[in-house]
């Protein structure tokens, strides 16, 4: 029955009547305003399934604050600025096969089309006509009028005006600070460089100098404060290590480290390669209480992790028990190694949670069995929960006794790092992380690098103020935002290559695309007059973008100088006033470590508190039957394939019913089918309504 209903049809009829009325189109007037925007998209690919859930969620927001009267302002942008075009260019005039299989068989590309994407901008042109057109089709409810990309001439003005303005506030710093790198581009990388979008997050390791006579075996760890109850080291006997010169020092690593350190700028010169084995048996010096700590073998080591090598705390430390425990049992593997194993854990921090061997009563929590057990994880981050906020040192750890553990993990390292017997390493969270050239990152210590100082106290300040004054929905992510602002310090926000703005002060960099996009909404009001040709980037100057945004100077001294009527920078001026804060910004759970929270201390940087943003809404992801969306499992479905086989109408309804906002949303095709079953039943019935009833019936 369904068959002979158009639903497309239907949908361009009332497309083309908005369209006629302009129905969607924003302008100052008596009413109330409501100013919603959504995380513009990046045009190197069709939207999919996927990418609907939160501009569909923003536009029904949108929609229902018009019902209830007001004055609603939802505007679009896309974001051209980054790397991501460039390495997609870089990848098809290689000839990819994963990207020509994207290509044909997912997004259904012809190879004339795909040819021209040699070029980056021709990319960029593509998928955003391509993606504009998917919006129109889902009807949201744009005012298009305010449409732009991010590497518009005036755009890059008004980025501009938005760097010179935090530097000469001191937020943009110059220094030596780790980053995420690939080592190919020889650039920073963020979220937005990497494949599947994974944000090169790191940790800072303590690394200890075990002295073994005039050789050190370095251990890297987190967990500084743990270092008196170290027993023995690990090391994993089918591991390639290496004797290398490290700053003057003879270190055995892994060779993967030896690479990692360069990138950190110690001065590394490989000697000779050693096998696992044959460190196995030595004994080497703990640097706070100089006991002899024996070299052990175990298979959980990983070269790629830390230093390769681990200083073992088997009372503290899931791992260390269990693989001590395994040992201990293997008396196979002492005798082919000769060695006898005769340690036994070392309690060093007191908790009212555990009161015997903390790491055995949290394996045995999570029911763990052998030092490959994935569990072993689980129990690893709840101890190290429960001791770090509610742990503190016993007596056996001398002048740190009494302390709690937050305090006394920073006393450690601190005292190490100035007697010499520890360094700082970096080390990317989750890995792989890869460029979108295909590069395995690493993290890099980078000398001379622009940052924005997202560490300064006073900024954290403000950024928490507006966070707390905010409405957050849910308001289940409000921790996560606290969190970030605290973690967060100084972030790169420039780069050697990429599309993009240069930094105003120092032109042999580009602003990079999670820097260039956090204050954009404000551009929404400028971007009307600048594509009805009412405004001309050629003069324009940060007097012009003062006074307009934070009405700074007069209209009359920014008219004569930047050459525009005075009628039309009052006019931008009163239309941001009306307009501004943004009342709802909506973007996807993956930003909040990164873009959301950087739109936010952004804000409160540059703007008064009358202009902080007043709502973020945060959504979860969209699985497809049940699993997460990837073009190696062929379940990613672009989202005009979808609306031209399912219709715009049920696809929305679909996206809207399947889950609470934070929850990832499950779309199954059995969603789509009792969707379109109801609405059928609806249509069936208006029409039977209209249909003129015979006499007596």
């Not at 200890?208 to 404060?225: C, M, N, Q, V, Y």
């Not at 007043?614 to 699993?627: A, D, F, P």
Request: charged letters at 25%; hydrophobic letters at 40%; a neutral charge.
């Amino acid at each position: 029955m369904s068959d002979r209903i158009d639903w497309n049809s239907i949908e361009n009829k009332w497309i083309k009547k908005w369209d006629e009325q302009k129905l969607f189109q924003a302008d100052p007037d008596s009413r109330n305003k409501y100013f919603v925007t959504v995380a513009y998209p990046y045009p190197n690919s069709p939207q999919h399934i996927g990418h609907g859930r939160t501009y569909t969620l923003a536009d029904a927001h949108a929609r229902y604050m018009r019902m209830k009267g007001y004055n609603v302002l939802f505007p679009m942008g896309f974001h051209y600025t980054g790397t991501p075009i460039l390495a997609m260019s870089r990848r098809v005039a290689a000839g990819d096969s994963e990207l020509m299989d994207t290509f044909h068989k997912i997004y259904k590309l012809s190879d004339d089309v795909i040819s021209t994407f040699v070029e980056p901008i021709k990319i960029a042109s593509y998928f955003h006509n391509e993606i504009k057109a998917g919006m129109k089709e889902m009807g949201y409810s744009i005012d298009w009028r305010r449409e732009f990309t991010t590497i518009d001439k005036m755009y890059s003005k008004f980025i501009s005006w938005q760097f010179r303005t935090l530097h000469k506030k001191g937020l943009i710093v110059q220094g030596s600070h780790p980053v995420g790198w690939c080592p190919r581009d020889q650039n920073p990388v963020s979220q937005h460089d990497t494949m599947g979008d994974v944000e090169p997050d790191f940790n800072e390791y303590t690394v200890i100098k075990f002295r073994s006579g005039d050789i050190i075996l370095p251990a890297a760890t987190l967990r500084p404060e743990t270092l008196f109850g170290v027993t023995n080291m690990w090391v994993n006997p089918d591991v390639d290590y290496v004797q290398a010169k490290v700053d003057g020092e003879k270190w055995i690593v892994s060779k993967e480290a030896a690479r990692k350190l360069e990138f950190l700028n110690h001065k590394v010169e490989v000697i000779k390669t050693v096998r696992g084995k044959e460190i196995i048996g030595q004994s080497a010096t703990n640097p706070v209480n100089d006991s002899a700590v024996p070299v052990y073998p175990a298979s959980f080591v990983e070269a790629d992790s830390g230093t390769g090598i681990v200083m073992s705390v088997p009372a503290h430390a899931p791992y260390d028990y269990q693989a001590l425990e395994d040992l201990k049992a293997d008396k196979r593997t002492q005798k082919e190694l000769g060695i006898s194993v005769d340690v036994d854990p070392v309690i060093i921090i007191g908790s009212e949670e555990y009161s015997g061997i903390p790491a055995r009563e949290a394996i045995k929590q999570v029911g763990a069995t052998g030092q490959n057990d994935v569990k072993l994880e689980k129990a690893t981050s709840d101890l190290y929960s429960r001791e770090f906020y509610k742990g503190k040192m016993m007596e056996n750890t001398g002048r740190f006794a009494g302390m709690t553990v937050a305090v006394a993990k920073n006393e450690v390292k601190q005292g190490l790092m100035k007697s010499g017997a520890a360094a700082t390493m970096y080390e990317l969270v989750s890995k792989p992380v890869k460029c979108r050239c295909g590069t395995e990152c690493v993290v890099k210590l980078l000398s001379d690098q622009w940052f924005l100082n997202y560490g300064n106290k006073e900024w954290k300040g403000l950024a928490h103020e507006c966070a707390t004054n905010m409405d957050i929905v849910p308001q289940d992510i409000r921790q996560e935002f606290d969190y970030v602002i605290d973690w967060l310090r100084e972030r790169a926000c420039a780069r050697k290559s990429g599309l993009g703005t240069k930094l105003p002060w120092d032109e042999e960099w580009i602003i990079e695309s999670l820097s260039d996009s956090v204050i954009y909404m404000a551009y929404y009001v400028i971007a009307k007059y600048v594509d009805s040709k009412s405004l001309s980037d050629d003069s324009i100057n940060d007097a012009f973008f003062d006074y307009v945004l934070l009405g700074i100077g007069n209209a009359n001294q920014v008219a004569k100088e930047c050459k525009v009527p005075m009628q039309i920078v009052e006019q931008i001026r009163k239309e941001f006033d009306y307009f501004y804060p943004v009342d709802s910004r909506h973007s996807g759970r993956d930003l909040v470590p990164n873009h959301l929270t950087f739109f936010i201390f952004n804000h409160v940087a540059i703007f008064e508190k009358e202009n902080w943003p007043r709502q973020i809404v945060v959504n979860g992801s969209v699985l497809m039957e049940g699993k997460k969306m990837s073009k190696s499992l062929g379940n990613i479905i672009p989202l005009r394939a979808a609306i031209k086989e399912h219709g715009a109408d049920i696809l929305r309804l679909a996206i809207l019913v399947s889950a609470e906002i934070l929850q990832d949303a499950d779309f199954s095709f059995d969603t789509i089918r009792g969707i379109r079953s109801k609405l059928v039943g609806i249509f069936e019935m208006v029409e039977k309504c209209r249909k003129p009833q015979a006499a007596g019936t």
